[in-house]
């Protein structure tokens, strides 16, 4: 497995986010060992609905998923952009192997841990699956994206990952992911849809504490890597969703009016009190909405998969 530097950037990212007006970080840094571990408590708590969609879906339409995805007898190699635990991936994977196709399932995610462990409990799940696990960055490995013999890849981004991208960033993103596909390829993304508010501020405004756990490890991390002496008494976490753009965006505010040293950084940050650092971005889609999106991107949506509330929504795309 290949591993990529990200520290350095963490520690650019950081101070390029604490400086600015608002305040931001970035949640992609969310994920060392203990985010992605408070990641998976988050998507086993009943109220964070996007998990349980996205099974139904797989486990109820594998079948025409595959007929989708295998329209020829050639083999293909299964790109994962972001899959952390697989835990829903693996519904695919064991039904396509059941159907004899040739393929390669190649997981990639920024965690160390989340690809060390999918790798490890796939040989042992299902040992006869061909996997290629690869740690680092999606933007930066996507640009190297091999299909080891194939003549195609279909590439998985689930978990309505994309939704943590705004707008301008998903069509750059999407048109990333263009230039390194052919004619021939595919991109399954899973868009969580709009739906009643409470609904979604109850996924991230969890009772458990597991959405705030998530948000405050990342200023843990900047602690513990950047040297810098964040009280996380003295954070909260704050999720507020506009029901008209289907925005859903995480704060942490600040409690008091504070100051933060990080000592790697040689640089003190000052806090009102009440000031809010936004932290993620989980946009909630309508069909309108993901037509564009694959229009503006140059991309042609093949078939869009639903579970039965309409919560969320598998779309497989092509390029146009
Ligand atoms: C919202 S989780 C979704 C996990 C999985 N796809 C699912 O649906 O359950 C996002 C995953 O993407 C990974 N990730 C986030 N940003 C990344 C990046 N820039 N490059 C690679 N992986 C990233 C995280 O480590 C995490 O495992």
């Known amino acids: 497995m290949e591993q990529i530097e990200v520290q350095t950037e963490f520690a650019k990212d950081a101070l390029h986010g604490l400086s600015a007006k608002p305040k931001y970080l970035s949640s992609k840094y969310f994920y060392d060992d203990r985010g992605s571990q408070i990641f998976q408590d988050i998507m086993r708590m009943p109220e964070y ?4 969609c996205e099974l139904e879906i797989f486990q109820t ?3 025409s998923i595959f007929e989708e995805f295998v329209k020829s007898s050639d083999g293909f190699e ?3 952009l972001g899959a952390g635990d697989g835990l829903k991936t693996k519904i695919l994977l064991t039904h396509f192997l059941n159907q004899q196709v040739d393929f390669r399932y190649a997981p990639i995610d920024i965690s160390r841990v989340a690809i060390e462990n999918l790798v490890n ?3 042992k799940q299902i040992p006869d699956l061909k996997v290629k696990g690869r740690i680092g960055d999606y933007f930066e490995l996507m640009k190297e994206i091999e299909i ?4 195609r890849k279909i590439i998985l981004f689930l978990g309505s990952n994309i939704g943590n991208y705004s707008p301008e960033e998903s069509i750059s993103f999407l048109d990333n992911l263009k230039a390194v596909m052919q004619n021939q390829d595919m991109v399954f993304i899973g868009f969580d ?3 009643e508010s409470h609904i979604i501020l109850n996924a991230y405004n969890d009772p458990h504490g597991h959405t705030a756990a998530f948000n405050l490890n990342l200023l843990q991390r900047i602690n513990t890597e950047l040297d810098a002496n964040f009280d996380l008494n003295n954070f909260s976490h704050k999720e507020l969703y506009n029901s008209d753009s289907g925005t859903a965006k995480s704060y942490l505010m600040s409690k008091i009016a504070q100051e933060v040293n990080i000592q790697s950084l040689d640089k003190t940050i000052h806090f009102e009190d ?3 650092v936004f932290m993620e971005r989980s946009q909630k889609y309508d069909l309108e909405m993901i037509n564009k999106l694959a229009e503006k991107s140059g991309f042609e ?3 869009n998969f639903f579970d039965q509330r309409q919560y969320f929504v598998n779309s497989l795309w092509k390029i146009k």
Not at 49 to 52: A, G, K, S
Not at 148 to 151: D, E, R, V
């Open 193 to 195: 849809l709009k739906k």
């Open 274 to 276: 009440g000031e809010k």
């Open 78 to 80: 299964l790109v994962e």
């Open 121 to 123: 409990d796939l040989n």
């Open 61 to 63: 339409q594998k079948r």
């Open 49 to 52: 609905y996007l998990t349980d």
């Open 148 to 151: 080891n013999g194939y003549s």
């Open 301 to 303: 949506i093949v078939r």
